[in-house]
């Protein structure tokens, strides 16, 4: 399940002819999508154990089948609104390069097929876009599709410490 590349990985001159599986979910009335490649599985939230001086991103640590992994808040991440999380929260759990995280989010939706036509790298909208490798589009819905790669390179496991590293955007 470990996927080395994004799944918008698109030559600029030739965009490939292979369809995007996305799982999709819903995180404060917006959708997200994921590679189906990255998901580990989807489960309902469990208690976790709150590491000393985590960023607040971090909802805490969690065992799944023997490995411990971080459970990452994406509202707190993402800079949203607060909001209650209970036993029937969802997490998506995730791997990318060899990196498992688990992360909070309000409902995981629907597995979708995407053409490339119907996909628009992050690059050709705004090179600024934080998380993001493109957006999808069915019908009038757009999908923020999560860059797992700036996602794990921000928050997970570096030489077995959590950080967040910090950028100046000019």
């Known amino acids: 399940m470990d996927t080395t590349s994004s799944p918008l990985a698109l030559d600029s001159n030739a965009k490939s002819h292979a369809s995007l599986q996305l799982l999709t979910f819903c995180l404060q009335e917006q ?3 994921l590679a189906v490649a990255n998901v580990v ?3 309902r939230m469990v208690a976790v154990t709150r590491a000393p001086k985590a960023p607040a991103y971090v909802q805490g640590l969690m065992n799944l089948h023997g490995q411990v992994i971080p459970v990452i808040n994406l509202t707190r991440l993402f800079g949203l609104p607060e909001q209650t999380i209970d036993l029937d ?3 998506l759990i995730a791997m990318h390069k060899g990196r498992t995280a688990a992360f909070i989010v309000d409902v995981v939706s629907q597995v979708l097929v995407l053409t490339p036509e119907q ?3 992050h690059e ?3 090179h600024a876009l934080a998380y993001l490798c493109g957006v999808g589009m069915v019908g009038e819905r ?3 599709i ?3 790669d700036a996602l794990f390179n921000d928050i ?3 030489d077995g410490e959590l950080h967040q590293r910090q950028e100046v955007f000019a």
Do not use: G, K, S
Request: glycine content about 0%.
């Open 31 to 33: 959708e997200y999508a």
């Open 41 to 43: 599985q989807v489960a």
């Open 89 to 91: 929260t969802q997490l």
């Open 119 to 121: 996909v628009e790298r």
């Open 124 to 126: 050709d909208i705004v």
């Open 142 to 144: 757009l999908l923020l």
């Open 146 to 148: 999560l860059d797992l």
């Open 156 to 158: 997970v496991f570096a």
